[in-house]
């Protein structure tokens, strides 16, 4: 499968943006998906996933209540809601795709990702 993910941009501390993944293939509702971030000089770190139905999910703490991670299989498409976002938030936003239907918090559980999109949170 290929990823694309859009939506990212400049935003104000307690502002929103919604992301968006897109994905290629007819075989999108097979793949958990997951949203992965890095900030400049830090490690990736994982945000959220949500497994091939949408049922499940899984949220790092510190973004618990403010993203919310969903999936429209018809559309092929996974998004990332984020509410009340703070500077600490700033980073490049990776999609990634996992074989299986659970999502993971690990990089390493996920063999597909899409190119990154830019969340900039100025105070």
């Known amino acids: 499968v290929q990823l694309q993910a859009s939506g990212g941009g400049l935003v104000q501390t307690g502002g929103s943006l919604r992301l968006s993944c897109a994905a290629s293939g007819r075989t999108f509702s097979s793949y958990a998906m997951g949203w992965f971030r890095q900030a400049p000089g830090k490690e990736r770190e994982f945000v959220a996933a949500t497994s091939w139905s949408g049922g499940e999910t899984l949220y790092r703490d510190s973004v618990k209540g403010r993203f919310t991670i969903s999936r429209d299989n018809a559309k092929n498409t996974v998004y990332l809601q984020l509410n009340n976002l703070k500077s600490e938030d700033t980073a490049v936003y990776y999609c990634?795709?996992?074989?299986?239907?659970?999502?993971?918090?690990?990089?390493?559980?996920?063999?597909?990702w899409g190119q990154g999109t830019l969340v900039t949170v100025s105070s």
């Open positions: 990634a795709g996992r074989d299986g239907p659970y999502g993971s918090s690990s990089s390493t559980d996920y063999a597909h």
